[in-house]
């Protein structure tokens, strides 16, 4: 997903998200989980040649710190401001599990994230003006009382069907 994933790490994070959604936007990993998402971790940000100098409970440490950081700038085009969009809330261990908290996107930013597109870009496919998007994309928004003309224009520009919007 272009959004937010800089690697194969982040691309796994990332995958879980639509899973978490399902159980209130929280997420368990088994053990075997965990050692699969350390290997990644492992491979691609600590060097063989430094591997002895980590034990097991500081690369935890690192990783759980490296998901926790996972974020997405969202800049405006126009007026080149922007806001942070962390896509992970908390990550907890108990030495077994792993529970990984996410934030709730709406599934209009997250489409948009996805398809690594602007809000500009979208408001010119659209039609509509940037804070229009922008208003569709807060996570209180209920896309159920916009003017289904919009859903359908919006569901178009994010190259999804309206109902994966709602």
Request: a negative charge; aromatic letters at 10%.
């Amino acid at each position: 997903m272009a959004g937010f994933d800089k690697d194969e790490f982040w691309a796994k994070i990332l995958s879980m998200y639509d899973t978490a959604k399902e159980s209130s936007y929280i997420i368990k990993l088994d053990q075997d989980q965990v050692k699969e998402l350390k290997a990644i971790y492992m491979d691609l940000n600590i060097p063989m040649e430094k591997l002895s100098h980590y034990d097991d409970d500081q690369i935890m440490k690192k990783m759980m710190t490296e998901i926790v950081s996972i974020y997405k700038m969202d800049r405006d085009t126009v007026t080149n401001t922007g806001e942070v969009i962390q896509l992970v809330n908390t990550v907890k261990y108990d030495g077994r599990n792993m529970y990984i908290k996410y934030a709730k996107l709406s599934p209009v930013m997250m489409r948009r994230f996805e398809l690594g597109k602007s809000r500009q870009q979208i408001a010119e496919k659209v039609g509509y003006s940037v804070s229009t998007i922008r208003n569709c994309e807060t996570a209180y928004c209920d896309l159920t009382r916009q003017p289904e003309h919009l859903v359908y224009k919006l569901a178009k520009a994010l190259e999804c069907e309206p109902e994966a919007l709602y």
